[in-house]
């Protein structure tokens, strides 16, 4: 029987997903891992960034991995994974903008790192809710997300949608 589990929290900017993401890791474990997937573009990002280790505190094993999760083994440990667009924005970059190729990537990099018995929990954004943007580029990134948002959620024991803070759980 496998002691896998895999857990996608989502929802808009600023609704409380990482915040969840981390209190739900802290109950299930004393020393969870937490992999960010950011890449540092610019200083305000980097002391963003700086911010949130802060508030994590000691407790926590920071990796920081802006493609290849399947490098790190995580047998045995609560993982957070925060976050699925930043993770994608990195495949969208480094395969300039080719959708099927970041899909397939990504696809095949979720896969290998979710095959270890861990608990993953991956933190992502519903960026398709609101408008369809009128920049060509914006559209083909907001279809990769919610592409991958779909694999993802079809893989997850549990999915979790934050709205202004509050938990509403879709499976």
Known sequence: MSDRRIILITGGQRS????KAEQLALSLSDNPV???TAHIWDEEFRQRVVR???RRGPQWTNIEEEL???????TGRVVVVDCVTLW???FFYRLESDIEQCLEAAKKEFDAFTAHDATYIFV?????????????????FTDLQGWMNQYIATRADEVILMVSGIEVKIK
Do not use: C
Request: no cysteine; proline share 0%.
């Open 124 to 140: 992502t954004n519903e960026i398709g809710s609101g408008a369809v943007s009128d920049n060509a580029l914006q559209r083909r």
């Open 88 to 90: 994608l924005t990195n």
């Open 34 to 36: 937490y992999v960010a």
């Open 16 to 19: 409380g997903k990482s915040t």
């Open 52 to 54: 949130h280790q802060e």
């Open 68 to 74: 290849y999760l399947s490098r790190h083994d995580l």
